[in-house]
């Protein structure tokens, strides 16, 4: 007999029903993926969740005639009518990213908690690649989960689950650029993988909190440089010009008599735009081993905000973490997706080199060609060694300093310094230094 899901306005025999369920099957992981490919009752209830949280107003049947989805049925209808439900989804609703995230979310939890029922009586690599046997033996152990009441439990641990990484997803998805960002072809992947790690790694949960609570510093409109000269995105006025080829049109086909006239005295008229002189924040983090805890997850709830006001300034934005190294080694961290991976995921140790760090931040300006234009270099760190001399190199990059120094002094740093503070690590010292940074 073929298994029916539990809801009515779309079936397990629609297209887009069948569309979906591949789809949450091809974001599991391989070691688990071949159960859900095996087990019919996984896909129909990953599937119905995903549809019970992205439609408007979803259905259920009055009952199913399978013992396992009977018992899920019932489930969802308690489930439905508690808060938890419909506050996740203000999460889901009409959005497919955040629906998709919550229905593989509990296919992991529920697929996780068969394998534990499984794993002493099958090897791990007879999971991986069921034979008919082994099959069989799965979708009976869904069934024995009914004969043992312990479905409903499964179900209740599985949807909190999926509840708190959809939570998660959401909030990652927002530090990135929202929904249009969330459109970015790997996006969705890395979402996801941020979103699951949060659930086990507590500071990754702290700095989204903490950097949530400093976007509200961040202001929506500020002063943006600009600079007068022959290109730009809009017009500033108009001045004289010597150079025939710089002359507007109308100036060119004046009357023979009074051109020449204006080309041996004052010139001609042209225009003169506005282009924006704002250059690059360039944010460095010491990850040096004394760095973690509450130093850490400042610093990085601080580079999240930093992020958010590049993109009201109109300034680019590079991130990289130093220890005696610079990491990455290779090129500074620029796509939004990677900033919010590395400030979330990079560990702290290692030891610390100042002047490393800001001369491969000025050089990083200097190949980029960001010379012509206001730069800043922003740099949080603890260290107390001996500071460079690099001051040549600051103006050279049109970059001016600004440090950051948590629990600690560094005298040396401080002469090199545009600006130099001590650093509250609270969300009024961040907002301290956004305001520094915004007007520098």
């Not at 073929?2 to 789809?23: A, C, E, G, P, W």
């Not at 995230?101 to 529920?110: D, N, R, W």
């Not at 008919?132 to 004969?147: E, F, G, H, M």
């Not at 760095?291 to 590079?318: C, D, H, N, P, Q």
Request: glycine fraction near 6%.
């Amino acid at each position: 007999m073929m298994l029916q899901n539990n809801l009515i306005n779309i079936t397990n025999k629609d297209f887009i029903y069948s569309l979906v369920s591949q789809r949450i099957g091809g974001h599991l992981p391989k070691d688990i993926r071949s159960i859900y490919d095996t087990c019919e009752h996984i896909q129909i209830i990953a599937t119905d969740c995903y549809f019970l949280h992205y439609s408007l107003y979803p259905f259920l049947r009055n009952r199913n005639d399978d013992d396992v989805l009977e018992e899920v049925r019932k489930f969802l209808q308690d489930y439905m009518s508690d808060e938890r439900y419909q506050r996740i989804k203000m999460l889901t609703t009409l959005d497919d990213e955040m629906s998709l995230v919550y229905s593989i979310a509990l296919a992991k939890s529920i697929i996780g908690k068969i394998m534990g029922k499984l794993i002493g009586e099958l090897e791990i690599a007879q999971l991986m690649n069921p034979d008919n046997k082994v099959k069989s033996k799965i979708v009976n152990a869904v069934y024995a989960l009914v004969d043992a009441g312990e479905l409903g439990l499964i179900l209740d641990y599985a949807t909190e689950e999926a509840e708190e990484v959809t939570k998660n997803a959401n909030e990652i998805r927002e530090l990135i650029g929202g929904k249009k960002a969330g459109k970015e072809a790997g996006t969705f992947k890395k979402v996801l993988d941020l979103a699951e790690h949060m659930l086990y790694v507590k500071f990754m949960k702290e700095i989204v909190t903490m950097s949530k609570r400093l976007s509200e510093y961040v202001p929506k409109a500020s002063k943006i440089l600009k600079k007068k000269g022959r290109f730009g995105d809009e017009l500033s006025g108009y001045t004289m010009t010597k150079r025939i080829e710089r002359a507007l049109p109308r100036e060119i086909a004046l009357p023979d008599e009074l051109f020449f006239k204006k080309l041996t005295s004052e010139g001609f008229l042209m225009r003169e735009k506005l282009s924006v002189a704002e250059g690059a924040y360039y944010l460095l983090i010491d990850k040096s081993g004394s760095m973690y805890g509450e130093k850490t997850i400042w610093a990085r709830s601080v580079a999240m905000a930093l992020y958010r006001m590049s993109m009201t300034k109109k300034r680019r934005y590079f991130l990289r973490f130093f220890d005696t190294r610079v990491y990455p080694p290779d090129t500074p961290l620029n796509d939004p997706e990677d900033i919010v991976d590395a400030i979330l995921k990079v560990k702290s140790n290692g030891g610390t080199d100042i002047t490393n760090a800001i001369s491969t931040a000025l050089r990083d300006l200097m190949e980029r060609g960001l010379s012509e234009f206001t730069n800043t270099i922003v740099i949080i760190t603890d260290g107390e060694d001996v500071v460079q001399d690099l001051s040549k190199e600051l103006r050279r990059a049109n970059a001016s300093l600004i440090s950051v120094m948590i629990q600690g002094d560094n005298e040396t740093l401080k002469a090199l310094s545009d600006q130099y503070m001590k650093a509250e690590l609270s969300e009024i010292g961040g907002a301290k230094l956004l305001k520094i940074v915004e007007v520098s």
